[in-house]
């Protein structure tokens, strides 16, 4: 059985922020984001402070409240002593912001006796968070990432509404956890609003409740066909949401992995062509660690040290996941020009953010690369590109895979439209009778 959980902090930035500020801890803090609350201590909540309020309310409401400006950067750190007890439990560690993480419980637990359930691990999980980082918890448990989003935002909910009602006193938060189990996940859904389907853009969401659509059970309720004429390719995604069915799974994000490949050189590279013979060098290595897992990476750190001893680096990241060695040397030629004034003497390449590669191109003309120090260029390199092309492919997929264009007799599609546009090709013409014919 596939099991996904989802931990979400509940007082995590209000934490941080009395332990940086030194306020006591009966005094009500909240966090906020330009005039906007975004995280409330439970006393701040208890006196009526919510996130979403502006600050001048939140003032009015708690005369007594202290405001501090969110800090991103120092919220991303204290987040990975999270992951990294959540990494004890389980290799599946996606962070998703820096309040949740997914968790992907389809194997065994390494942290969780031998035949015991994954509410009992997940429970164990959260009071080991709350027990080694001071940081509240609640979670969500279903048999997919959006059932398990969606728990953990549900029992956030009835938590908060328990401090705010004043059932719980001090820093302790309640403790919390939603199970979804197998079967469940459409009636879990009915009574929600449209909005509780994160994945969907917030433009499509709009559109739902243009169109009256208000709670799930609305939307579970419309035909395929009929969504398909309202939001054309989306439909078949929102069909699917809508009745709790998510097939994405839970990617390891953290611990990062990277892969790396460095070189020295005894005389210091002062000229272009011997710049670009390093980078093509390390571009292949990155790629060739690549290979295994079909994997590509996502961000390339390029880190050079000159003759002076001084360390220069650069960073490029990339829409969709890198794998070629030809993109791959391109995207560090790129990074290192004009990063140097004196030539350089080492330098290592670190791929990270690696992702599946779920379609491979494949390159038709692998010699295009310069070869590297001590290897030959390839035969196929002074002859036709395209002729070596065909050879390997005939050798490959046997002689009549690869034909030439003009012994493909057209269609009758490709003989009208020949007649009409002659530029076509000829298509419309009568082919050519070899001589004696």
Request: glycine share 8%; aromatic share 6%; hydrophobic share 45%.
């Amino acid at each position: 059985m596939r099991w996904v959980a989802y931990l979400r902090l509940t007082v995590f930035r209000t934490v941080i922020e009395r332990c940086r500020s030194g306020a006591p801890d009966a005094v009500p803090l909240a966090v906020r984001e330009g005039n906007v609350v975004i995280e409330a201590s439970p006393e701040a909540m208890a006196a009526g402070v919510q996130p979403g309020d502006l600050v001048a309310r939140a003032r009015l409401v708690c005369p007594d409240l202290v405001v501090v400006q969110a800090d991103p950067a120092c919220y991303r750190q204290a987040a990975r002593a999270v992951w990294d007890v959540c990494a004890r439990f389980t290799p599946l560690v996606e962070p998703d912001g820096e309040r949740g993480t997914f968790l992907s419980l389809a194997g065994a637990l390494k942290e969780v006796r031998p035949g015991q359930r994954p509410l009992e691990g997940l429970v164990r999980l959260l009071r080991s968070v709350a027990a080694e980082s001071g940081f509240g918890a609640v979670g969500g448990l279903g048999t997919n990432r959006l059932i398990a989003r969606i728990a953990a935002d549900r029992a956030e909910e009835a938590a908060a509404a328990e401090v705010a009602a004043g059932r719980r006193s001090g820093v302790v938060w309640p403790f919390r956890v939603t199970v979804v189990r197998p079967g469940e996940e459409r009636a879990f859904l009915a009574e929600l609003p449209v909005d509780a389907l994160w994945p969907l853009a917030p433009a499509v969401r709009e559109r739902l409740r243009r169109l009256g659509i208000a709670r799930l059970a609305e939307l579970q309720a419309i035909p395929e066909r009929e969504l398909w004429r309202q939001f054309g390719a989306a439909a078949p995604e929102i069909a699917r949401f809508c009745r709790g069915e998510d097939s994405r799974p839970v990617l390891p994000g953290y611990p990062q992995r990277t892969v790396e490949a460095g070189l020295s050189v005894d005389e210091p590279v002062d000229t272009a062509p011997g710049l670009e013979h390093v980078l093509t060098r390390l571009a292949r290595q990155i790629a060739r660690s690549l290979e295994p897992a079909r994997e590509g990476c996502r961000w390339l750190l390029l880190e050079l040290r000159t003759e002076d001893g001084r360390w220069i680096a650069a960073k490029r990241r990339f829409s969709r996941p890198q794998h070629s060695p030809s993109a791959l040397r391109a995207a560090l030629v790129a990074l290192a020009s004009g990063r140097f004034s004196r030539p350089p003497v080492e330098f290592r390449v670190t791929a990270g953010d690696l992702r599946p590669v779920p379609g491979r191109q494949l390159e038709l003309f692998p010699g295009t690369l310069p070869a590297e120090a001590g290897q030959a260029a390839p035969a196929e390199a002074a002859r036709e590109p395209w002729a070596a092309v065909a050879e390997g492919l005939e050798a490959r997929y046997g002689a009549r895979v690869v034909v030439a264009g003009r012994e493909l007799h057209p269609t009758h599609r490709e003989a009208m439209l020949g007649f009409w546009d002659p530029l076509r090709g000829g298509a419309g013409r009568e082919p050519e009778r070899p001589p004696g014919a």
